[in-house]
């Protein structure tokens, strides 16, 4: 048995390094490249337009990392006096590493649904959010704040390209690896991973037992036409150590 690790770099590389040490075949394929974003110049005005009470919101570590780099070229600094929110714990952590201010987020359901259940967000009438992504993505988050009265905008601080591949060569190597177990952290990665494998390699993909960090996607992933799917329930490399070592193991 093989682990495909699909997430972009240098997560995917530290997490098949960490299962190749632990005595579990695995193998990376990064399907797309992360660069900084076209609207980082708006980054420091956005920041300073926040009020007392105000919320910045990141969606991925990603989106933290690239925004504090920004600042830090720039002898910026984060706002002391607004509330930091972001989707899973890796996020909110990073968060925290980076402004020295506590941040929430969900506790269970590490995902968009799971950060708008919190009560903080329920009575946003007048406040202004700063949404901290990557180009394109779900609107959910954004439209369900705007809804709920918040004054809402985005700075995509980084943007995700994918890289070119030769989805026909790619599935004939994963087969000669053994390939039977595949890691995908969002839905458009499922997408884009589906549409590179030809038709004829279709029955030993979709018969791939496959890992996602939410139940949206393992809905997609059922759609597709997957029947093996295991949701981790978050995306950080930890949690998904922590899974794949016990399926390890089984053999």
Not at 1 to 23: D, F, K, S, V
Not at 175 to 202: I, W
Not at 225 to 243: D, P
Request: with cysteine; charged share 15%.
């Amino acid at each position: 048995m093989t682990i495909l690790i699909t997430r972009p770099a240098p997560e995917c590389h530290q997490l098949t390094q960490q299962l190749n040490a632990a005595g579990i075949s695995a193998i990376a394929q990064p399907l797309l490249e992360i660069q900084p974003g076209q609207q980082l110049p708006s980054l420091i005005p956005q920041l300073n337009s926040l009020q007392p009470d105000d919320f910045l919101i990141a969606v991925s570590v990603h989106a933290v990392n690239l925004a504090h780099n920004y600042l830090m070229s720039h002898d910026a600094s984060w706002p002391k006096n607004v509330h930091y929110m972001a989707v899973g714990h890796k996020t909110a952590a990073a968060l925290e590493k980076c402004t020295g201010c506590d941040v929430l987020s969900p506790v269970s359901s590490c995902d968009s649904e799971g950060l708008l259940a919190l009560p903080a967000l329920a009575q946003l009438q007048g406040r202004r959010i700063v949404i901290l992504r990557g180009n394109g993505g779900r609107e959910l988050i954004y439209q369900t704040l705007q809804q709920r009265g918040a004054d809402v905008s985005y700075c995509e601080t980084y943007q995700r390209s994918w890289i070119a591949l030769d989805g026909k060569q790619l599935s004939q190597v994963w087969q000669a690896r053994h390939v039977s177990s595949l890691v995908v952290t969002s839905g458009e990665q499922l997408a884009h991973l589906s549409s590179l494998v030809p038709e004829s390699d279709k029955a030993w993909f979709l018969q791939c037992h496959l890992f996602v960090p939410s139940q949206r996607i393992a809905d997609q992933a059922l759609q597709l036409g997957f029947r093996t799917i295991s949701t981790v329930g978050s995306a950080a490399n930890s949690a998904l150590f922590t899974t794949l070592s016990k399926i390890g193991t089984m053999g």
